[in-house]
């Protein structure tokens, strides 16, 4: 590891943290403007995040140390991947051990943690909200680990800088069929993982459709300030990380300056190209009832399944 | 406190007739839009800024809207939507009416009308996110 990776890290690190709210924002200004509203402006998630830091923090009186971290433990894990993954760079710090499976269990780790702490605050819909999460949570990780099995079979590795690197390498790897159907499993995957339609609705009101809602209804202030920050850089992480599974063109393959500008503004296109499209399909499906989603998840898990069969059997 | 640009309400119905609550709906429906004023409605006090609390106070519900306003954080506002919360309305002297909003809880804004227009409703929410 040396100087010029940790300010590749930095680089990336600071790309998600002030560009995770914004992404949460336009996605909110699309589904808005396909409703037939104005909507909020793009930087509203950020103007929330600063005005919740001014504002009292308020505990329920029976919580202890876990609901007091869990926001700390989701934007730190957050923060961790954003440096280590190959969003903007093949060069980030520490490249030849980050691997897809330690990312993605970073990353749970911060999930498992704010499903805890909804346990912790003793109230009927935290308590609700956490099972659903888990359960959720349970049935996506299969499917996101026979993906990364199937995304890894062509390299016998399952470090993530190499497989974007083979993609962006080899340009007909990221057409194989067994590539393909991994990432399709990955988008039921991100769509359940961020909470979005048609897994969880993220502006429903109503306490008994919800699930990762359910999980920050005792936040307030800067601890909800944070949840808000950690909740969208893992929604742009997720994004990052697609796009550059499906199409890693612009990444800079070394830490060189220009490289680095290109692959700043190339991931930035990609992420917002992607998260309209997340959006308009927002407005476009329903929820789907929570006793159907272990059949999306299933699905999921299939298509990786195939991904993985398929690319045994054309090697 | 400066909340400008940002509103985050949380909706207590206190007893009404619904008829505000039909006025809240259009207030963030496509016509009036008071998202893009920067004020949205949260499922939760802790995450609010402002309570809307319509309708007279029947007795069932002194005690969750005293409850709701101390769940908010500080710094906190209350705004009693329609004639009912301001002063009763056409319920007032009723058996089951414990009084107006400001009995229990202590308002610092009122938006008059029977029910009010979403016009005045979403002008009374630019008083406090100055957009
Ligand atoms: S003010 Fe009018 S519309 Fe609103 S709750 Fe009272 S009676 Fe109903």
Not at chain 2, 16 to 38: H, K, L, Q, T, W
Request: glycine fraction near 8%; charged fraction near 15%; charge should be neutral.
């Amino acid at each position: 590891m040396n100087l010029a990776s940790l300010l590749v890290g930095a680089v990336q690190l600071a790309l998600v943290v002030l560009g995770g709210p914004l992404l949460l924002g336009l996605m909110r200004v699309v589904r808005s403007r396909l409703e037939g509203r104005v909507g909020p402006p793009v930087s509203q998630p950020w103007r929330d995040i600063a005005k919740l830091a001014r504002k009292q923090r308020t505990r329920p009186s029976e919580s202890s140390w876990i609901f007091a971290v869990a926001p700390l433990v989701l934007v730190a894990t957050a923060a961790t991947v954003a440096v280590l993954a190959p969003l903007v760079t093949l060069a980030p710090p520490l490249a030849s051990s980050t691997d897809f499976i330690a990312v993605i269990f970073v990353l749970l780790v911060g999930s498992v943690a704010l499903a805890l702490a909804a346990l912790d605050t003793a109230t009927a819909f935290g308590g609700m909200g956490a099972s659903r999460a888990l359960t959720i949570g349970a049935l996506v990780e299969p499917a996101l680990l026979v993906a990364v099995l199937a995304l890894s079979m062509p390299l016998h590795s399952t470090n993530l800088i190499a497989i974007v690197a083979n993609g962006s390498r080899h340009a007909s790897t990221l057409l194989g069929p067994s590539h393909l159907l991994a990432l399709c499993s990955f988008i039921v995957v991100i769509l359940a993982e961020s909470g979005r339609l048609p897994v969880d609705n993220p502006s429903t009101h109503l306490e008994l459709t919800m699930i990762y809602e359910a999980l920050i209804l005792e936040y307030s202030g800067p601890d909800l300030a944070a949840v808000t920050l950690g909740e969208s850089m893992r929604l742009a992480i997720w994004l990052g990380l697609f796009v550059n599974l499906v199409a890693p063109v612009g990444i800079a393959a070394t830490a060189h300056p220009l490289a680095l500008v290109v692959g700043l503004v190339a991931l930035t296109l990609k992420v917002v190209v992607v998260g309209i499209v997340v959006a308009i399909f927002e407005v476009t499906t329903a929820k789907l009832r929570l006793f159907r989603l272990p059949e999306l998840l299933a699905g999921g898990f299939i298509l990786a399944v195939l991904g993985v069969v398929t690319g045994a059997v054309m090697r | 406190m400066n909340l400008r640009h940002s509103l985050q309400l949380r909706h207590v119905d206190a007893g009404s007739c619904n008829g505000c609550e039909i006025e809240i709906g259009s207030v963030f429906g496509p016509v009036y839009d008071a998202e893009r004023i920067g004020a949205r409605l949260v499922a939760s006090p802790r995450h609010a800024d402002a309570l809307l609390v319509t309708g007279p106070v029947t007795h069932n519900m002194a005690s969750p809207l005293e409850r709701t306003y101390l769940a908010m954080p500080e710094p906190r506002l209350v705004i009693a939507l329609g004639d009912c919360a301001r002063d009763c309305g056409v319920f007032s002297g009723g058996y089951a009416v414990a009084g107006a909003v400001a009995d229990v809880v202590p308002v610092d804004l009122e938006i008059p009308g029977c029910p009010p227009h979403p016009d005045e409703i979403v002008s009374a929410l630019r008083r406090f996110t100055n957009r």
